[in-house]
């Protein structure tokens, strides 16, 4: 990739390459190739004193942009030998046995709609993939030492990945064998592309022995092999990389720079990266290949939100934003709106003469939510006086979103709804208790959002409309709640070792009743299987929304039935085992009394009693709030 110079520009084009690649090792020698005339053919060789400083060479420079016209391609030179020796003869292609994927979507198969989920326990010791199935836990696959640390669904639910010392696995279908694997020394964080057609892995510790470059490492997992690896010259922000909705593109963040690479080539979108100065963040819409990205207040210009779509890098939307301490950008399900939440200051002066460091005063709150499928995209403004915003999170789907406002010690739920016409509204809460709130998310159906109060510990079911409490679960010594995909059911989690004891899964309808409480020791994870979105369309949802009266009669029934099914077999468990201990009773009642009187020959002084006492024990089963109505 290196310019064709005339011979009396080589010395400088080299001092220039020397200069490049000085920062990677110690060079031991240079030498370009020159043509029969002496200019450069564009190609030279470079000698470290390593390997590694070598191979960390090549990671940090192949593809890096040289010029306009001129990127470098950079490779071992063991790789440079294959290729000369590569055979000019046409060698076809071996036949690669077909592999059967048509089960990786087989949990869709259960009949009942069953939700899966996945439980670590005794300290990672055993985990296992378990079927909730109204008021108990079946288990689908169970194993010990099946991962050495958190595990994960995709985001579609056809793969769970668990680490191991020497890289990851991903596990699909019944979960036995496992589907592929990646070698990747000492994994410490890993995630998947939306589609599910990649994942990226990064290791703190990389195996530089073999090859530096494994520091990050973008997977196919369709092809099973690695696509680039690459090199984390910073502490690591995670995640490192954002993927476009259709794994199209991936993308990070750098130094005035965002660089955008494609899945095809794995190398940079049109051979460079954006440059935009004082870059701070970015984020894809959801669902299609549109960017925003926010450029910091400098002192000699203003914030800058910027909307492009790629692979065009055409600017559609930009706003400019005066006195800005901070942004935060969050996007709608279906990718309608966009909301900017900006936090401003009255005041900003510097820690001491000369810092780069800023104390701000007088902070408050923005949202600017632009209407992306509107034309010429309208922003719509509301702001939040001397309030700080912490949590911030979209109704599914919907034109609502609720965040978590006030001071740095007590947040409240807000809740806003955006108005047709333009503008934003603002839904009155009415109740004290959530005056001081922790989490929230929303029903994936939406129309309920669920919150943690900080003062009694509850979770409540507020109506997004009005702001009211429909329902509420209390579950002591809570860590942690999620909705199951389905948005039916609500699991609360106490883990360890947040909590030392008491570790467990209780599981609750959208409606506030509990049905299930499961203890574990030393519970560390809990996470419902994902579903991929389903192929209905929104009209087609609606019209089954609508006439959802004519088959909940039948759901019902079977429902009815499966349940009568289960206490059935539960009932006839619990005769056997009745059945059992009154034989062995028997059994040993007969044999009481047959050696009644060899007992008494072989101790006469002893008062001898066939007497028989039975002992009866109440266990806790399971208990229930129900509220008290005045009759």
């Given at each position: 990739g290196l310019?064709?110079?005339?011979?009396?520009?080589?010395?400088?084009?080299?001092?220039?390459?020397?200069?490049?690649?000085?920062?990677?090792?110690?060079?031991?020698?240079?030498?370009?190739?020159?043509?029969?005339?002496?200019?450069?053919?564009?190609?030279?060789?470079?000698?470290?004193?390593?390997?590694?400083?070598?191979?960390?060479?090549?990671?940090?420079?192949?593809g890096k942009e040289l010029d306009k016209s001129h990127n470098f391609s950079v490779i071992s030179f063991e790789k440079f030998r294959e290729i000369n020796k590569m055979n000019d003869e046409y060698v076809p292609l071996q036949a690669v046995e077909y592999e059967d994927m048509s089960g990786l979507k087989s949990f869709f198969l259960n009949k009942h709609c069953f939700n899966q989920c996945v439980i670590s326990h005794d300290d990672y010791d055993l985990t296992g993939v378990y079927e909730h199935a109204f008021n108990q836990v079946n288990t689908i696959m169970e194993r010990k030492q099946w991962t050495r640390g958190p595990v994960s669904w995709s985001p579609q639910g056809t793969y769970l990945a668990t680490l191991f010392d020497k890289g990851i696995a991903l596990w699909a279908q019944d979960f036995n064998p496992k589907h592929s694997r990646f070698s990747?020394?000492?994994?410490?964080?890993?995630?998947?592309?939306?589609?599910?057609?990649?994942?990226?892995?990064?290791?703190?510790?990389?195996?530089?022995?073999?090859?530096?470059?494994?520091?990050?490492?973008?997977?196919?997992?369709?092809?099973?092999?690695?696509?680039?690896?690459?090199?984390?010259?910073?502490?690591?922000?995670?995640?490192?990389?954002?993927?476009?909705?259709?794994?199209?593109?991936?993308?990070?963040?750098?130094?005035?720079?965002?660089?955008?690479?494609?899945?095809?080539?794995?190398?940079?979108?049109?051979?460079?990266?954006?440059?935009?100065?004082?870059?701070?963040?970015?984020?894809?819409?959801?669902?299609?290949?549109?960017?925003?990205?926010?450029?910091?207040?400098?002192?000699?210009?203003?914030?800058?939100?910027?909307?492009?779509?790629?692979?065009?890098?055409?600017?559609?939307c930009s706003k400019n934003l005066f006195n800005v301490h901070k942004i935060d950008l969050y996007w709608q399900s279906n990718g309608d709106y966009l909301c900017v939440l900006v936090e401003r200051y009255q005041k900003k002066k510097a820690e001491q003469e000369g810092s780069d460091k800023f104390k701000y005063s007088g902070l408050h709150t923005n949202f600017e939510v632009f209407r992306i499928r509107d034309k010429q995209i309208p922003v719509d403004n509301f702001e939040l006086p001397k309030m700080q915003v912490k949590l911030l999170a979209w109704e599914p789907r919907g034109t609502r979103f609720a965040c978590t406002y006030g001071d740095t010690t007590k947040q409240a739920l807000g809740l806003f709804s955006l108005i047709p016409e333009g503008g934003i509204r603002q839904i009155s809460i009415p109740s004290k208790i959530l005056d001081s709130v922790s989490e929230i998310t929303w029903n994936p159906r939406g129309n309920y959002v669920t919150v943690l109060s900080q003062m009694d510990r509850c979770i409540y079911f507020i109506d997004g409309k009005d702001g009211s409490i429909v329902h509420?679960?209390?579950?002591?010594?809570?860590?942690?709640?999620?909705?199951?995909?389905?948005?039916?059911?609500?699991?609360?989690?106490?883990?360890?070792?947040?909590?030392?004891?008491?570790?467990?899964?209780?599981?609750?309808?959208?409606?506030?009743?509990?049905?299930?409480?499961?203890?574990?020791?030393?519970?560390?994870?809990?996470?419902?299987?994902?579903?991929?979105?389903?192929?209905?369309?929104?009209?087609?949802?609606?019209?089954?929304?609508?006439?959802?009266?004519?088959?909940?009669?039948?759901?019902?029934?079977?429902?009815?039935?499966?349940?009568?099914?289960?206490?059935?077999?539960?009932?006839?468990?619990?005769?056997?085992?009745?059945?059992?201990?009154?034989?062995?009773?028997?059994?040993?009642?007969?044999?009481?009394?047959?050696?009644?009187?060899?007992?008494?020959?072989?101790?006469?002084?002893?008062?001898v009693s066939n007497e028989v006492i039975e002992e009866i024990i109440f266990k806790f089963v399971s208990s229930s709030n129900e509220p008290w109505k005045k009759e």
């Open positions: 310019p064709e110079a005339p011979k009396e520009k080589i010395a400088r084009l080299e001092a220039f390459i020397r200069k490049l690649f000085n920062p990677f090792g110690s060079i031991v020698s240079l030498r370009m190739v020159t043509s029969l005339n002496g200019s450069c053919s564009g190609l030279a060789f470079i000698k470290y004193a390593s390997k590694q400083e070598a191979m960390f060479a090549i990671a940090h420079m192949d990747h020394q000492s994994v410490t964080m890993y995630e998947f592309s939306p589609q599910e057609r990649f994942i990226v892995t990064y290791s703190r510790q990389p195996d530089i022995t073999s090859n530096p470059r494994k520091n990050i490492a973008v997977w196919s997992i369709e092809d099973k092999s690695m696509g680039r690896p690459f090199i984390d010259t910073e502490k690591c922000k995670w995640p490192y990389f954002k993927w476009s909705p259709n794994d199209e593109y991936f993308a990070t963040i750098g130094d005035d720079r965002i660089s955008i690479y494609e899945t095809k080539t794995f190398y940079l979108l049109d051979k460079n990266s954006i440059k935009v100065p004082a870059v701070q963040d970015f984020q894809w819409s959801p669902v299609s290949n549109v960017m925003a990205y926010y450029v910091a207040e400098t002192a000699n210009s203003p914030a800058r939100i910027v909307l492009i779509e790629l692979p065009s890098r055409l600017e559609i509420y679960a209390q579950h002591p010594s809570l860590c942690d709640f999620k909705w199951d995909p389905t948005g039916r059911f609500l699991a609360t989690i106490v883990t360890y070792p947040q909590e030392k004891s008491d570790n467990a899964v209780w599981i609750w309808t959208q409606f506030g009743k509990n049905l299930l409480r499961q203890p574990f020791t030393k519970l560390r994870q809990f996470s419902w299987r994902p579903q991929p979105k389903s192929l209905l369309s929104d009209e087609q949802v609606k019209e089954i929304e609508r006439n959802i009266g004519k088959y909940r009669s039948t759901f019902d029934l079977e429902d009815n039935n499966l349940l009568n099914k289960n206490k059935k077999e539960l009932i006839e468990k619990r005769n056997a085992q009745k059945n059992h201990f009154q034989r062995a009773t028997k059994r040993l009642t007969d044999l009481l009394k047959k050696e009644s009187a060899k007992r008494a020959e072989l101790r006469p002084t002893d008062k």
